[in-house]
């Protein structure tokens, strides 16, 4: 097994797990298997039980892990499936280590960082690193591991001194350490300063690693005289420093990496010169320039908690932009506060009620995500009553598909106490209510979580077409109320659809409105399976009804023809045509400047 080690330097959020996955797909494109491992440093056991607002989205794996949002990255470039170990926390790593303690494993010895939790670390990444994720059988060629957080951070000196022990263990040739840094660029004097990197590369290499190579932030490429700096003062040979400078969009990292032969340089420090062959990436070459060129727009309105903080719905974010691209629209969100939308708003900041309304009133499509907690929860109903009335094409997953349940009693039914039991215990009509299964003392990992089979009931359904008229589909969960089985009759006769349901029949999967152009609530998370070139069918067809476009990819052998009649037969690559895989758009390649590289 070869490792790559990833770790960040000067500041956060310099999309260290952008360039760990785009590291893992230019290794793939050579022809060697991939699995990561992401290491966050924080107490916490998981991801679960943190806000959003702090800490970006909890992803959620097939094994039901609650997981940092860069696996959601992972999965998404390399179109792998992870499991709950492939994310590493101080937390888990402790726990381990005190759980074996408690057993006698350790003969009375003293239990300390070292060597016990250290110890502990690097079994675990062997261990998860020989975890085949790719549906192939035996453990893959190379792990990408990325070290959460920043060097010098103080929670991360265990692992630090856990990876340098690694690097020793694992033997000469078989770990490139890649540090991703800062070159900030003065605005006074127009300068790209160096001095930052040099820096953090001192102060890694005094905890003891050394870096094999600098993949360096930047708003521009760096200038050669820069690059001879960097190598002079931080002792990286100079084809082994590579600028990530600002894209129009991340999927270009890969190939910027390429571009610059990264590919060669991990391979000669990990000895695979005679191994890896040039790596193959039109595909996703024609994927990221297709998405620079694309023109016609299509307006989605996202009605959320976390309005503040993108990272806080990036699934939703990438599974709305591999479905516009797919549907050949130009992705344009609206990120409409839930709150804002509120009477009470109305009252104490019209300006910001107006504002609100004038986004949802402008938009092509409506989109209401999952959370947690009352606020804005009222906010959201406005806007699936809007959405309803108005017959705009509206998805609402999770909290999305119980407020549209809720909103539907109310207004149709008349039933204006309609509420879920999270925000109003004593409803007298409780539409939503918590799992019998579920725990009301402890929150982490006590919810439905994970991969579970929906049965498609409604065989005509659009969700049923959409999937491709499916018998059943397994999507990933993450809730603790559902739609109460005791009202779905009355909710039925009044022109509710459930279209599907989990294996039990009695949980509620999907709902719909078979009179509407498109009204689609799903209990699960179709975001979490979105992949570039493989969009989530409920994604598609959002994209597709707000464009009105919903017949056609609904019908394979539409789609098929669409596809073939809008798609010329070449792309441009560095003004060189080629010719364009799976019918790709005509596009040409653009350096073009922005801040495509933001994750964690």
Sequence with gaps: MKYVLVTGGVVSGLGKGVTASSIGVLLKACGLRVTSIKIDPYLNTDAGTMSPFEHGEVFVLDDGGEVDLDLGNYERFLDIKLTRDNNITTGKIYQHVIAKERKGDYLGKTVQVVPHITDAIQEWIERVAAIPVDGEEGPADICVIELGGTIGDIESAPFIEALGQFSYRVGTGNLCLVHVSLVPVLNVVGEQKTKPTQHSVRGLRGL??????????????????????????????????????????????????????????????????????????????????????????????????????????????????????????KLVVD??????????????????????WKLLKGVDGVLVPGGFGDRGVEGKILAAKYARENKIPFLGICLGMQVAVIEFARSVLSLHDANS???????????????PEGSRTHMGGTMRLGSRKSIFTVKDSKSAKLYGNKSSVDERHRHRYEVNPDMVELLEKAGLSFAAKDETGKRMEIVELPNHPFFIGAQFHPEYKSRPGKASPLFIGLIAASCGELDTVMNPASVHQHLISNCPKSVFVNGTSKKAPNGMADVRYNNGYCNGLHSR
């Excluded at 870096?211 to 002079?232: F, G, H, M």
Aim: net charge neutral; glycine share 2%; hydrophobic share 40%.
């Design 335 to 356: 990120w409409v506060p839930a709150c804002d939308l509120e009477k009470e708003t109305e009252k104490e900041n019209p300006n910001a009620y107006k504002a609100a």
């Design 208 to 329: 003891g690693l050394i870096p094999d190579i600098l993949a360096c932030r930047s708003t521009k490429a760096l200038e050669e005289n820069v690059k001879e700096k960097l190598s002079q003062f931080c002792h990286v040979p100079l084809e082994s420093i590579f600028t990530l400078y600002d894209v129009p969009n991340i999927w270009h990292i890969p190939l910027l990496l390429k571009d610059q032969k990264a590919h060669l340089a991990i391979s000669k420090v990990l000895n695979l010169a005679g191994i890896v062959k040039e790596p193959s990436l039109e595909e996703w070459t024609s994927r990221a320039e297709l998405c620079d060129n694309l023109h016609v727009p299509v307006r989605i309105a996202v009605v959320g908690k976390y309005t503040g903080l993108s990272d806080a719905y990036l699934s939703i974010l990438k599974a709305l932009l591999h479905a516009s691209v797919a549907c050949r629209k």
């Design 421 to 435: 039991t999270e925000f109003k215990p004593d409803t007298k009509h409780p539409c939503i209510v918590f799992m």
